[in-house]
């Protein structure tokens, strides 16, 4: 079963290329929900099982250049082939109040579950908590697309030391959960203050020394969207479900 890419509507600015592994429905639903609210943490090995095959997806797509927004389509991109390094999956942050009501940090446990199966895999990985919320922000239930946007505006920041963390390989956004894409887009937008996409590189030309850029395409995972952001990609989608797996 393969993971697609997700799109919302509408997309907010900034957004990073997602992909996500299931819709968020039926079993699904009940499943995050049992781990993120419940404190069923024997959960976060089958999650996170699936949070590793959407980041597979995403890193593979944008690293061999493909216009993921196309159905079908494909074309050469600045990418340039596979990524060098380990893969560092950078988990949206929970407030500290939520973390303090639930016992844990459901996005957290579910990023080192994924970076434990990568590795598994033979694939490095591990999980860089960089981000936290710099300013407070309120509850996003009951919060529409525009109300999300504008809660979470500048909410979001890197932590002191934690751009030189973000240089050692290939970044990329993880959560449990995309619905407005409002919190991966600020997530994203926080990054690129430290951790911009264009990577300056030096290298040798006729003449002398050249500054060159290398272009890293912000991609994201998550473990389920809304069926409905499924649509640009139905043709290629096979909807699974999460169940099972190994711890």
Not at 76 to 87: A, I
Request: charged share 20%; aromatic share 2%.
């Amino acid at each position: 079963m393969t993971p697609g890419r997700v799109r919302p509507s509408p997309e907010p600015p900034g957004l990073p290329s997602v992909h996500a592994a299931v819709p968020y429905e039926g079993a699904v639903r009940a499943l995050l929900i049992a781990h993120k609210e419940r404190g069923a943490l024997g959960l976060a090995g089958p999650l996170g099982g699936a949070l590793a095959r959407a980041v597979e997806a995403a890193v593979e797509a944008a690293g061999a250049g493909v216009d993921v927004g196309a159905v079908g389509g494909s074309r050469e991109g600045s990418c340039g082939g596979p990524w060098r390094g380990p893969l560092l999956l950078v988990p949206v942050p929970s407030s500290r109040r939520s973390v303090r009501a639930r016992g844990h940090d459901p996005t957290r446990r579910l990023a080192l579950a994924a970076a434990g199966r990568l590795r598994r895999a033979g694939r490095p990985a591990r999980v860089l908590p960089v981000l936290r919320q710099g300013r407070a922000v309120a509850d996003q239930a009951g919060l529409g697309a525009r109300g999300r946007r504008a809660n979470l505006a500048g909410a979001l920041e890197v932590v002191p030391g934690g751009a030189r963390l973000l240089a050692a390989g290939r970044v990329v956004l993880v959560d449990d959960l995309m619905t407005t894409g409002a919190t991966l887009a600020e997530a994203a937008r926080a990054l690129g203050v430290v951790h911009p996409p264009f990577i300056p590189r030096t290298s040798a030309g006729i003449g002398g020394d050249s500054a060159q850029h290398e272009f890293e395409q912000r991609v994201a995972a998550v473990i389920a969207s809304s069926p409905a952001s499924f649509e640009i990609n139905r043709n290629s989608l096979e909807t699974w479900i999460v169940a099972g797996g190994e711890r």
